[in-house]
């Protein structure tokens, strides 16, 4: 998988999940259900930490400018702003070739690159360190409360 996809995925998915969470609150606030608020805050969530992963995967990989990569952060903090966001990094080139740390490819120099080329040459092992750290993060966030006080 190309960092394009991976990020175009990722960009797809979080803007879905943002639809999913929207959907959910409408349904709460008009009376109909607050079943999915919880369902789908959660689905949301756990995406959202996915995609800024990606980001930072995809950042590093591709030297992004640390503007342009601070920016495609905070894009999953907008509504659909993610697929905006990947699709300018597209047209600017931001996201061509394959990955450029992968096994017989340049040297990673520093420490995020040397994780990155660890990650490309470990994959699946790579995915389940990603995911537990998603995982982590995610119980850390319920530990600590919803965004916004209830009540």
């Given at each position: 998988?190309?960092?394009?996809?991976?990020y175009?995925?990722?960009?797809?998915?979080?803007?879905?999940?943002?639809?999913?969470?929207?959907?959910?609150?409408?349904?709460?606030?008009?009376?109909?259900?607050?079943?999915?608020?919880?369902?789908f805050?959660?689905?949301?969530?756990?995406?959202?930490?996915?995609?800024?992963?990606?980001?930072?995967?995809?950042?590093?990989?591709?030297?992004?400018?640390?503007?342009?990569?601070?920016?495609?952060?905070?894009?999953?903090?907008?509504?659909?702003?993610?697929?905006?966001?990947?699709?300018?990094?597209?047209?600017?080139?931001?996201?061509?070739?394959?990955?450029?740390?992968?096994?017989?490819?340049?040297?990673?120099?520093?420490?995020?690159?040397?994780?990155?080329?660890?990650?490309?040459?470990?994959?699946?092992?790579?995915?389940?360190?990603?995911?537990?750290?998603?995982?982590?993060?995610?119980?850390?966030?319920?530990?600590l409360g919803?965004?916004?006080?209830?009540?």
């Amino acid at each position: 998988m190309t960092p394009r996809e991976l990020y175009g995925r990722f960009a797809l998915a979080e803007a879905v999940t943002w639809t999913l969470l929207i959907l959910g609150m409408v349904l709460k606030y008009t009376g109909v259900s607050e079943a999915f608020v919880p369902v789908f805050g959660m689905l949301h969530g756990v995406v959202f930490l996915g995609y800024c992963v990606v980001t930072c995967f995809v950042w590093v990989d591709q030297r992004w400018p640390v503007g342009f990569g601070v920016l495609g952060l905070a894009s999953a903090a907008v509504p659909w702003a993610t697929i905006p966001f990947e699709r300018r990094a597209q047209r600017s080139g931001r996201l061509a070739g394959g990955w450029r740390l992968a096994p017989g490819g340049e040297r990673p120099a520093t420490v995020p690159e040397r994780v990155q080329a660890w990650s490309l040459r470990s994959p699946l092992l790579a995915t389940l360190v990603g995911l537990v750290a998603v995982a982590a993060l995610t119980s850390v966030l319920l530990h600590l409360g919803p965004p916004v006080p209830r009540g």
